[in-house]
């Protein structure tokens, strides 16, 4: 699979609004997509069959988090799924990201990504500090669920672009970086508190940037997944 690469964020209620969406890029031109739990819940495995049959590579973001054993029977299924990449909460710790990578391998022994979503992007210092009680500073925390990740075997972590780097350092060069809380200079920031643009992200190590409203919701999306791709491939 190719490393580095935009993925656009198909935040959409239902698969023939995804669809339509998907209709304006041109013909052999297939985004990277991820597929997160409104559609998935609204339209179900469905609609991960038909974005695989148009050729899309899928990451499939439902950041499971639960007792390893409903984890590793969940990933099992997951895996039956031919997507190419899948999550799960890092706080869920390491048992369970063991058997989520068990559950996750294919009798054939390949295996989509599996990756650790660390903080989310939209949790600030404040609620990490007053409402999830963690006392070490958000970089501290992000740092620690990554080497722990990276530990149990997984293939990189969810982070903000402003921690990629130093993920990268503490985990090594090729311990994967996947990115969301992306914009581009001079947009809306909406509710994600820690952003960056697609060339600063790049510049930060970032391997896969996951691009949602400034692509979905731009006048024309597809020159906005271009100016997206252009400036975090340096195209
Ligand atoms: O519209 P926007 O670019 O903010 O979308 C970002 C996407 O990345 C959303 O689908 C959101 O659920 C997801 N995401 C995130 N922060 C994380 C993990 C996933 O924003 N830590």
Redesign the pocket.
């Known amino acids: 699979m190719q490393n580095r690469d935009v993925i656009v964020?198909l935040?959409f209620p239902t698969l023939s609004e995804t669809l339509s969406f998907l209709d304006a890029f041109p013909a052999g031109e297939k985004p990277f997509v991820?597929i997160?739990m409104e559609l998935f819940y609204a339209e179900g495995p469905a609609c991960v069959k038909a974005l695989k049959e148009r050729g899309h590579r899928i990451f499939l973001?439902l950041?499971l988090h639960d007792i390893p054993n409903t984890v590793k029977r969940a990933m099992n299924v997951l895996s039956r799924l031919d997507v190419d990449m899948v999550n799960l909460h890092a706080a869920g710790a390491g048992e369970m990201m063991r058997g989520a990578l068990e559950g996750l391998t294919r009798p054939d022994g390949t295996r989509p990504l599996l990756i650790a979503?660390?903080?989310?992007?939209?949790t600030d210092a404040q609620a990490l500090k007053n409402e999830l009680l963690i006392d070490v500073p958000m970089e501290e925390t992000v740092l620690s669920y990554a080497a722990n990740a990276a530990k149990n075997g997984l293939d990189g972590v969810?982070?903000?672009p402003l921690e990629a780097k130093a993920v990268k350092a503490r985990c090594g060069e090729t311990f994967l970086t996947v990115t969301?809380?992306?914009?581009f200079a001079g947009g809306e920031v909406?509710?994600?508190k820690r952003v960056m643009t697609p060339e600063k992200a790049a510049h930060n190590g970032s391997d896969y940037i996951?691009?949602?409203?400034?692509i979905?919701q731009a006048d024309d999306p597809v020159a906005a997944w271009n100016r997206a791709r252009r400036e975090f491939l340096g195209l």
């Open positions: 964020a935040d991820k997160g973001d950041k979503v660390t903080q989310l992007t939209s969810v982070c903000s969301p809380g992306i914009r909406g509710d994600q996951v691009v949602g409203r400034p979905t």
